[in-house]
Each structure stands twice: as C-alpha cells, then as structure tokens.
C-alpha cells in the first residue's frame, strides 16, 4: 500500500483544440481534447490537466464544454487552469466536471483568492501554478507571468510559502526556463520548492527522456506532468510508467479488462 | 434509482455519470422525499468536515440518512461523505471536534504524513468477504484527503496506509463508505460502484 507517483498530460486547450509549443510561442495544433483525453485515459494517465491558454470569452465557453464533454467519459481526476479569476469561477468548472482547479495570475495579483477558494471548497480542489525561472532573487528563482515573458517582481521560494499558508493543496512547479525544451525538469528548482512545503509537488517543463522522469521524483516530485514528449509520441505513457516500475518506483498499473 | 444527495456545489457531474454506468437511473437531488425513497443513495463530499455537516444540516442529510438505515435501504458515502459516517471529526477544530452524523463510534483526524493531502491513487487491503472490492482487490483507487478514520467499525473493512494506517473502506449492512473516490478511479472504481449497485 503506497502512492503511486502520478503521470499527468498536460492539454494546452485553446478555442476547443489543443496546441502546444515552445516556451510558449510558435504554437501548433496537437489534436481534439476529449479525444485525447480518452486516449490518455485509456493509456494509463493518472489525472489529466487541460490549460486553457484562450484569449477570448467565447474560448473560455468552449473550454467548458470540453470539461463537460470530458468528465462524462474520463473517470479520472480532471484539473482545469487558465482565467480563473474568481470563486464563481471555480464553482462554474467544478460543477462542468472539473475536480481540481490551478491558478496563476489571478493569485498573484490577489493572493486573498487563495483563501477563498479553500474555504469554500477545500484546498484539495486548489492546485497553486507557478512559472518560475532562474533569476538573480534571493532564493535564484522567480515567477513569472504571460508565459514566462514578465517577472512578477516575486522570489519563488517566498511566493510558495505564503501560498501554502494560504491553503493551496497542491502545487504545479513550471520552470519557464526548460518549457518545451525536453531537456530535463529544472532539478535544483524542484529540490528547491519542494524543502519549503508539505503538499503534493507536480514537476512541469522540460520532460525529454525517460531518465528526466525519475531525476525529478529523486528530487521531491510526487507528479509528473508532461505536454510535448506525449503529444508528438515520443513517449507513451506506459512506457514511462514501466521504466519507473522497473527503477522501483511506485506507479499505477492498469489491470487487463 | 440512484439518488446523489446533492448539498452544495463540486463535481457531481463524475458521480452521476458513474454510477449511470452500471445500468441503473440516476438523479442529482437534493430533495427529502426522493433521496429516501431511492434504491439507493449516494452521499459524496467536498471541503472540510464541518462545512460538510453544515451543508447536509441544510438538506436534512442526517436524518435521511439515519432513515434509511431504519427502513433497511442502501447508503454509500464517498470521502467526506464516509468521513461524516463517524461520531467525530477533528478537522479545523481547534481543540473541541466536530460532530458527525454518528452512524459509527470514532475520530476522524489528520493523517501522520509528511506530504498532505494524501492525493493520487493507492492499492487498498481488502476483507476477502468483500461485496465492493469483488474483482478488484489488487487495484488502485484514487484518494484526495488529509484526514481519516484509524479504527476499525462496521463488519468489513479495507485498509490503506498513508504516513500511517487507515480504512479506506467500510461495509456495514446497509451502510457502506469509501475514503477514495470511485467515481475518479477509472475501471476499477466503475467495477467497485457495479458491485455496489448490483447488491441494492
């Protein structure tokens, strides 16, 4: 009996198809989102993350419908982040079918938010998202905002800590810096983030081989999220997840139906 | 009929379509009459203990619960919704713990782990005289929770263990609770919630 690490596919979800790029830019289309939703599903995903990166109100009302459309044929945990600025918000996405929500931007600008959120429907729903990258702040790391193209003005480490006592029940840690690279999770920010709180830490940016998966949960990691590597097939989540098992790490297996 | 016990928002969506799947009509209420009239009822929870109990006083959750349990009809929490089964909950109470509904005697308190919530899916050890865990004793099963229950009530238990030992699930006559969510624990928590339907 113990807790599998959780392999998440992260869908960057805009006006209802899903894209993805490098270090946010040069954006390309990757597929229909309920379908690969189902198709990761079926391949062993533990939970799955939809971004909805959409400019546009009218974005924002398709990204719903794919929650809709999701959750009505994906039994696993389905996390929704982008725009969210408000507990109605939240409420808006978990009754479409969402199970936890990831802020960002909205945070930072108002950190009350944090409570907010927790208070009415718990910190297990809240997942605190940080875009960090290396910078000259007192712990070497920063956030960010706009995709990693502005500095929030706040030191990582302090940003984390406040959040957490605030009531964030989980944390997805961006490093803006190997974002669609596949160089490798930043390891020294993971290590860094994960010695200042106690809840569930997702590593996010930079996956590329196999080995960068399990770099990561040596570092602290309890999650592993990834976008490009499964998107373009250079990994099938199963194989990650059986490179992990056979490296005796726990993960989920799927039983043959 | 399947009644979800619908007291306050969060994602019954997932619940309604699951248990759809194993064959049977369901309904997200949150009327008195419908809820104790159902086949069965499913009492599922978000948020912390009290504003769990505060949200079903507002439905009247425990006495149609304690009702059913009289009239011999099936009940089924899921986390929160199992959590407030028992007498007693210590979450965000400071010193003097909160009510339950108190079908069973026993604390619900923090998980001795170092990384809380206890979140993402867990294999659980299951009595072999099992109704829900019938074909799907090896599984995982999804949990998000920091507190549970560390002492064993009702007939048949499941165990997990998180920083420490806890039930995952009990089955009690007409009563029965899961710590994890089987609406979120893919084929194997759709097999748990069939075996759960098929004994209504």
Redesign the interface.
Known sequence: MTLSVRIIPCLDVTDGRVVKGVNFTDLVDAGDPVEMASLYNLEGADELTFLDISASVVGRETTLDVVRRTAEQVFIPLTVGGGIRSVEDVDRLLRAGADKVSINTSAIARPELIAEIADRFGSQVLVLSVDARRANTDSGFEVTTHGGRESAGLDALAWVEKACALGVGEILLNSMDADGTRAGYDIGMITAVRAVSKVPLIASGGAGSLEDFSAALDAGADALLAASVFHFGIHRIGDVKSYLGKHNYPVRTLAPR | MIAILDYG??????AE??FATAGKDVVVTSDRTVALEAEGLVVPG???FA?CMNGLSAVDGASIVRERLAKERPTLGICIGMQIMFSQGTEHSAGTPHAGIGIWDGTVSQLDA????????????AASTSTLFSG?E???F?????YAAKKAVGTTQA????GERFLAAVEDGYISATQF?P????????ALIKNWVESL
Request: glycine share 14%; no cysteine.
């Open positions: 928002s969060g994602n019954l969506r997932s379509r699951a978000v948020g912390a504003a170092p990384i809380l919530p206890h979140m993402g899916w867990n294999t659980v050890e799907v090896g599984e995982s999804y949990f998000v929770h920091s165990w997990s263990m998180h969510h609406e979120k624990s893919g084929t194997a928590g759709l």
